[in-house]
């Protein structure tokens, strides 16, 4: 297929809260051979609707496809490719109690975050940030020996 | 009224009119059936597998333009179905299919006959649902048929607990059909279709491309204005034929793998595709670099994902085929010049006269291609046909005379080896007075013989002519050409004789080595009125031409060899 530079897209997909609504999502990239990088779900406030974030990579067709093919899924309500969006991604942390707790508060706290649980062997650091710093502050924390690293998927909101 | 899930669904099949239902019973479907053998609604026929009844359903389909209507049990009840449901998804063809399911409270515990119907489905349906609670019933049978014949049509799955079926509850079937998230565009975007009307008002060379959503839309009569007022000449897809007519002069003929020379020359070399209800398939295109490369493109289809999926679209317009040929029509009237492409015309007649659809003759043998156009010189255009897959499904495309469109009656999508008994049974359900032939091979014709019986009992007379050439006929023919003729695995010498296992099933049988046999067969069959096996001996290494190898370039087409030759 021509054009098949690759780009990085970030979806919105607004779905009736229904049991099976993921899964013809998730089924519809896997079936197709489109690109999950991150995909989150939660339920939409005071509504029956469910708000799911895809980020994805591909070659403009098949990123128009992906979102011709989300449209004719029946209860996809409305589908939303991000330009001018405000995107974050959460990462939890696990560090060994024996690492500087000042070098990584101080860390965290450059990325939107901190320190948020600290036990008899572990603490735990929190970040919410764009992806590309996510990655910086994924880079920064390997001195610091992390057990754990839990990414939380991107979301977004259009400006 | 107060009533059990069984009866509900009897009672909204009766609400969306269905007269037939293709079926087979089994444990978690058993109040359903109950209910079934309750009421004079309906009909059902029980073919003797699943995969019959869906295709059955499937040609109901096609043949009338109705939702055709299946009923399955859970577990092998419903896998035996997806055949037939993947067959109906690639074809588009409107279907509910109904499925028993293991009662709720045993869902995800690996239950007898339990498999997750709706996650199987899921990528072979245009919707599916599992039926939760007896309350979204109803709205979910509305809604199956709602969604099974809007905008693109297509099947829908309803996969019913057992525990649903037998609960009580009040049913009120809903008048309409209210899914916000479901609104398909009919109407074409006004100002795309006044630059469409433009561009073939400025074209040299114009080509409609048809395919098998004109068929679907029933557009053919507005497709057929079109072309005559332009006499803009048009080439159809294996799933159109018939749009069109056999006998319209400005019908180039079948375009493709296996279309013929004046079609895919004229998609070589036109300067404007008109695509209706097409959507350039692999098997249609060949060599995407090199179809239609000196075209701009018009693509009118209910479905926006087909628009841009495969080729670069200059005038996409998404809407269904009747309201914006009509828009088409009324932009172009008084304005086409039909003299404008009386060139372009010229070049296609000479193309043809040069390649025409061709085959050399047998006295000796009967050749398959000779057995199709006797066909329609006998039965002609009053008669539907269906088909299964492979050679003599190409054979049938190229040289019956098909003259309406629901007509003709094949798996292009799919592919599906197996379709073409039970689809004639479920076309001529539908329409008792005409003749319905399935053309078919040997390989093909074993895949669902056993509806030989469902046939018989029911006295649907459907006649299948085998054009038995004891080989998987198109492997056979790609071995040949691309695999230095290993025929491996092909060779089906060993067969059964299908006279006697035609009349073990109390149909009639007939074996077929001559011309004169042929004839002779036919009318009898049709005279018998009952379900016929025709096994006709043809020509062993007959091959289908012309052809494009695969992922070539069309207009590099192996070409029969000449009479003279």
Not at chain 1, 127 to 134: I, K, L, T, Y
Not at chain 2, 9 to 27: D, N, R, S
Not at chain 2, 405 to 410: D, E, K, M, V, Y
């Given at each position: 297929m021509e054009n098949s530079h690759n780009v990085r897209r970030v979806i919105s997909v607004l779905v009736e809260n229904e049991s099976s609504v993921l899964s013809r999502i998730s089924g519809l990239f896997a079936g197709r051979g489109y690109n999950i990088e991150t995909l989150t779900v939660a339920p939409v406030p005071n509504s029956n609707l469910s708000h799911i974030t895809i980020a994805t990579k591909g070659s403009a067709r098949v990123l128009e496809q992906i979102t011709k093919q989300l449209h004719k899924l029946v209860p996809v309500?409305?589908?939303?490719?991000?330009?001018?969006?405000?995107?974050?991604?959460?990462?939890?942390?696990?560090?060994?109690?024996?690492?500087?707790?000042?070098?990584?508060?101080?860390?965290?706290?450059?990325?939107?975050?901190?320190?948020?649980?600290?036990?008899?062997?572990?603490?735990?650091?929190?970040?919410?940030?764009?992806?590309?710093?996510?990655?910086?502050?994924?880079?920064?924390?390997?001195?610091?020996n992390p057990i754990e690293v839990v990414r939380g998927g991107v979301v977004a909101i259009e400006r | 009224m107060k009533m059990n899930g069984?009866?509900?669904?009897?009672?909204?099949?009766?609400?969306?009119?269905?007269?037939?239902?293709?079926?087979?019973?089994?444990?978690?479907?058993?109040?359903?059936?109950?209910?079934?053998?309750?009421?004079?609604?309906?009909?059902?026929?029980?073919?003797?597998?699943?995969?019959?009844?869906?295709?059955?359903?499937?040609?109901?389909?096609?043949?009338?333009?109705?939702?055709?209507?299946?009923?399955?049990?859970?577990?092998?009840?419903?896998?035996?179905?997806?055949?037939g449901l993947a067959t109906a998804y690639m074809d588009s063809i409107p279907m509910v299919v109904i499925s028993g399911q293991v009662p709720l409270s045993l869902i995800g515990t690996d239950g007898f006959q339990e498999i997750d119907a709706v996650g199987i489905s899921r990528p072979c349906t245009k919707h599916n649902y599992l039926v939760r609670e007896l309350s979204e019933l109803p709205r979910i049978m509305k809604e199956a048929f709602h969604i099974a014949r809007t905008g693109r049509p297509g099947p829908v799955l309803v996969d019913i607990p057992k525990d649903i079926t037998a609960e009580f509850g009040e049913f009120i079937y809903p008048d309409e059909v209210n899914i916000p998230s479901f609104k398909p565009t009919v109407k074409g975007n006004k100002r795309q279709i006044e630059k469409a009307v433009e561009a073939i008002l400025k074209a040299k060379k114009p080509l409609l491309y048809i395919g098998g959503g004109v068929t679907l839309s029933d557009s053919s009569d507005l497709v057929r204005k079109l072309a005559d007022m332009g006499?803009?000449?048009?080439?159809?897809?294996?799933?159109?034929?018939g749009a069109m007519g056999a006998k319209n002069p400005l019908l180039q003929g079948m375009l493709g793998m296996h279309g013929n020379y004046s079609s895919n020359m004229a998609m070589s070399e036109t300067d404007l595709v008109i695509s209706l209800g097409a959507r350039f398939d692999d098997r249609v295109t060949g060599k995407l670099s090199e179809f239609a490369k000196y075209a701009d493109v018009i693509h009118v289809d209910i479905d926006p994902a087909n628009i841009g999926k495969l080729v670069d679209v200059d005038y996409p317009i998404v809407g269904d085929l009747s309201s914006v040929l009509e828009k088409f029509i009324e932009g172009l009237e008084g304005k086409i010049n039909p003299d404008r492409y009386a060139d372009w015309r010229e070049v296609l007649e000479r193309y043809d006269d040069l390649h025409p659809q061709s085959y050399v003759d047998s006295d000796e043998v009967i050749k398959p291609q000779w057995a199709i156009e006797r066909i329609g010189e006998l039965v002609g255009e009053q008669a539907i046909?269906?088909?299964?897959?492979?050679?003599?499904?190409?054979?049938?495309?190229?040289?019956?005379?098909?003259?309406?469109?629901?007509?003709?009656?094949?798996?292009?999508?799919?592919g599906t080896m197996g379709f073409g008994f039970p689809a004639a049974l479920g076309a001529k359900k539908a329409f008792p007075d005409k003749t319905v032939i399935n053309i078919t091979g040997d390989g093909s014709i074993l895949m669902n013989v056993q509806e030989l019986v469902t046939a018989?009992?029911?006295?649907?007379?459907?006649?299948?002519?085998?054009?038995?050439?004891?080989?998987?006929?198109?492997?056979?023919?790609?071995?040949?050409?691309?695999?230095?003729?290993?025929?491996?695995?092909?060779?089906?010498?060993?067969?059964?004789?299908?006279?006697?296992?035609?009349?073990?099933?109390?149909?009639?049988?007939?074996?077929?080595?001559?011309?004169?046999?042929?004839?002779?067969?036919?009318?009898?069959?049709?005279?018998?009125?009952?379900v016929a096996f025709i096994n006709v001996q043809v020509a062993r290494f007959e091959n289908v031409l012309p052809m494009v190898p695969a992922a070539g370039a069309l207009y590099n087409m192996m070409l029969p060899k000449k009479e003279e030759e």
């Open positions: 309500y409305k589908v939303i490719e991000h330009e001018e969006m405000v995107e974050k991604e959460m990462v939890l942390v696990k560090f060994p109690i024996e690492e500087s707790l000042a070098d990584i508060e101080a860390l965290c706290s450059a990325y939107n975050g901190g320190i948020v649980n600290v036990g008899v062997s572990i603490c735990i650091g929190m970040v919410a940030d764009e992806p590309c710093r996510v990655k910086h502050f994924i880079e920064a924390i390997e001195r610091y | 069984a009866q509900m669904v009897c009672e909204a099949l009766i609400a969306e009119g269905v007269k037939t239902v293709f079926g087979y019973p089994g444990g978690a479907i058993m109040n359903v059936y109950d209910e079934i053998y309750k009421q004079d609604g309906f009909e059902h026929i029980l073919n003797r597998h699943e995969q019959a009844s869906v295709h059955a359903a499937d040609g109901y389909a096609r043949a009338t333009g109705e939702v055709g209507v299946a009923m399955v049990t859970s577990g092998p009840g419903f896998t035996n179905a997806v055949t006499q803009i000449p048009a080439v159809e897809t294996l799933m159109a034929r046909i269906t088909s299964d897959v492979g050679q003599h499904q190409m054979w049938a495309a190229q040289h019956y005379p098909f003259d309406r469109p629901r007509q003709w009656i094949n798996s292009g999508g799919l018989a009992e029911y006295k649907i007379p459907v006649i299948n002519i085998i054009l038995n050439n004891h080989f998987l006929g198109m492997v056979r023919q790609w071995q040949t050409f691309f695999y230095e003729e290993r025929y491996s695995e092909t060779d089906l010498s060993f067969q059964p004789n299908y006279k006697a296992l035609a009349e073990a099933c109390y149909g009639i049988g007939y074996d077929v080595t001559s011309k004169a046999e042929f004839d002779a067969a036919i009318k009898d069959a049709i005279e018998q009125d009952k």
